[in-house]
């Protein structure tokens, strides 16, 4: 990346161009009932039962923005791409949520500390994840969450963050991880996969100031 004006990230994806059409894929736009209920069950179950803050980075259009303001939680929503935020404002218009354009790996939310810091499909394009996952535990609040929902797509050229890979990136954290599988649920999907997907929920032991 050069710098924040810079859409393309480090796997030459322009997700300013992407913005407009993100949504027709099922599990982005979660316009087919049985996708969006299968998404909101499983958030439901990664997220605190208690209205919490949610820090949502490379929140693209803002889809599980709005699944976590509808459970009622407060989002922040952060997105390096301007068209993308555009549109998770839109999305989320009268909800108690606010989107701000930067860099996920170091969002621009000052001292704000947040209950979880939730990323979907955002982590495996960064250029250094463990220095970002470090980053983010620092903006937890005590007893905080992270919750990676990522993967590796394809089969013939895959791109992506392996699920071993993820967890030896968080061990230096400490505390806890559970993994969940997600490839064998098509109704997150659309439609029957066959790479790896899967969720992690990792609570650090050592929450605190980043010192990133
Ligand atoms: C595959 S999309 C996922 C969007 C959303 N999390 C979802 O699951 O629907 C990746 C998103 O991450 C954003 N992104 C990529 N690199 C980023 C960075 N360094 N900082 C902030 N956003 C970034 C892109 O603009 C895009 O909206």
Redesign the pocket.
Known sequence: ?TDDSD?T?TVGVD?DARAADFDEEPD?GLRDPRVREAWAGRLRSWLPERASDVLD?????G??SLLAAEQGHRVTG????PA?VRLAREKLAGRDAVFLV????APPTGERRYDVVLV???LW??PDPGRALRHWRGLLRPGGRLVLVEGVWGTVSPVGIPVDLLTALLAPLGGRTSVERLSDDAALWGRVVDDERYTVVAVPDRPGPSRE
Do not use: I, K, P, Q
Not at 57 to 61: K, V
């Open positions: 990346m859409v990230g997700w982005h980075l490379g929140c693209g259009t889809s599980l952060v997105d390096r791409s993308m930067g860099d996920a790996a979907r499909h955002v394009t960064l």
